[in-house]
C-alpha cells in the first residue's frame, strides 16, 4: 500500500461524538480469566475455527462479502486478504468504522497466515489509523506501535515511518505533546531516508512544527492556571 493509504480521511466533526464499540476484543485482556473459569467447570477450549470466529452474520450477508468468503472456503489467505482489505476501505469511505475495524482484523489474520510480513505490518498500521480517524487515539496507538516493531524486524523504514507518523498524531490527540514531536522526528528522519512522498514529509513537519506548537501553547496556559 502506497502514499494514498497513509491515513484515512475523518470527518471534520469526528472527535465530537464517542469512538465506536470495537468488534475484535483484544485477547490478551480476557484470556487469562477465561482460562481460569474453564478450568474450574472442567471446560476444555474449543478453538475457533481456523483460528478465526465466523464472519458476523450482518456481514456475511452484505455486498462486500462474496469474494471474502469465496476465498475463505478455498482456503486461499491471500485473496481472503485482498478481499478483506478491500472491504475494508469500502466501510472506511462510508464511516462505518465498527464494520472497518471487523474487516480490517480479518485482513491482518489472513496476511499472517500467509507470512505476508510486510503486509501484516501495515495492515497493523491501518489499523491504527482507522481508530485514529475514528476518533479513539488510545486504541490506534497500541497499533501504531505494534506497526513500528514489526516494520523495525523486518527492516520496512518507510512502514516505520507511517507509523510513527500515526503514533505521533495519536499522542497529540491524547495531550502528550513532547512524545509526538519525538515520534514525529523519527517519522520524517525514516520518510526522508527512504524517499517518502512529498505529502508524507509535509504531514510530520507539520507534527513537528505548527500542530505541535499549538498544543504547547494549550499546556503552558493550562500550567500557569494551575
Known sequence: MGAG????????DRRRGRAPAWGEPDRGR????????????????????????????????GPL????????????HRRAAAAANSAMDRAIEAQEWRVADVWAHRALWHFEQAQS?????RQ????????????????????????IDEARDIGAEHEQGLAALGLGRSLLDLGRV????????????????????????????RLIGSEVAVGE????REAEKG
Not at 5 to 12: D, I, L, S, T, V
Not at 124 to 137: E, F, K, M, Q, S
Not at 217 to 220: F, K, L, S
Open 217 to 220: 501553547r494549550r499546556e503552558a
Open 65 to 76: 462479502a462474496p469474494p471474502y468468503l469465496e476465498a475463505e472456503r478455498a482456503g486461499d
Open 178 to 205: 513532547t512524545e509526538a514531536r519525538r515520534a514525529a522526528g523519527g517519522a520524517l528522519t525514516l520518510l526522508e531516508r527512504t524517499g517518502a512522498p512529498a505529502a508524507e514529509l509535509e504531514a510530520a513537519r
Open 124 to 147: 497493523a498500521r491501518r489499523i491504527g489509523d482507522l481508530r485514529w480517524a475514528a476518533g479513539d487515539p488510545a486504541s490506534a496507538r497500541r497499533y501504531y506501535a505494534e506497526a
Open 30 to 61: 480476557f484470556a487469562g480469566w477465561a482460562d481460569r473459569l474453564r478450568a474450574l467447570l472442567g471446560v476444555r477450549r474449543q478453538p475457533a475455527r481456523g483460528g478465526l470466529p465466523d464472519l458476523p452474520l450482518a456481514l456475511r450477508r
Open 117 to 121: 510480513g510486510l503486509q501484516a505490518t
Open 5 to 12: 493509504h497513509a491515513h484515512p480521511h475523518p470527518h471534520p
